[in-house]
């Protein structure tokens, strides 16, 4: 992803599963000073991201993050920090359970 379609990743990224409109996404994403020069600097950016299989759109125009494919096993975390702790202490590889969220991001850059 270049800087505009990372901008825009982390910005619907705390919107999870919120279509927002481009207007708002050109708006808040990149800031007031780049709304004031180009108003509309996001949409060549998202439609590459839709295209890309990142973004999806709605029928009225709104973007979301593309839910990950059944097959992405999304990060699996402990119901609690301490339990995680514990058996990390326990000398054994819990790797493959315990994740970040950068596994996700990883994800969305493949595309």
Same mark, same amino acid.
């Given at each position: 992803?270049? +800087? #505009?379609?990372?901008?825009?990743?982390?910005?619907?990224?705390?919107?999870?599963? @919120?279509?927002?409109?481009?207007? #708002?996404?050109?708006?808040? +994403?990149? *800031?007031?000073?780049?709304?004031?020069?180009?108003?509309?600097?996001?949409?060549?950016?998202?439609?590459?991201? @839709?295209?890309? *299989? !990142?973004?999806?759109?709605?029928?009225? *125009?709104?973007?979301?993050?593309?839910?990950?494919? %059944? %097959?992405?096993?999304?990060? %699996?975390?402990? @119901?609690?920090?301490?339990?995680?702790?514990?058996? %990390?202490?326990? *000398?054994?590889?819990?790797?493959? @359970? !315990? +994740?970040?969220? #950068?596994?996700?991001?990883?994800?969305?850059?493949?595309?």
């Amino acid at each position: 992803m270049d +800087a #505009e379609e990372r901008e825009i990743y982390y910005y619907l990224k705390a919107w999870k599963h @919120v279509f927002v409109s481009a207007r #708002e996404i050109c708006r808040r +994403a990149g *800031g007031k000073h780049r709304f004031r020069h180009d108003p509309e600097w996001a949409k060549p950016a998202l439609a590459r991201m @839709v295209e890309r *299989g !990142i973004l999806e759109m709605d029928a009225a *125009g709104h973007y979301r993050i593309r839910p990950p494919d %059944k %097959k992405f096993k999304g990060p %699996k975390r402990w @119901v609690s920090p301490h339990i995680a702790r514990i058996l %990390k202490e326990s *000398g054994k590889d819990f790797s493959d @359970v !315990i +994740a970040d969220d #950068e596994d996700l991001d990883r994800y969305y850059d493949s595309l």
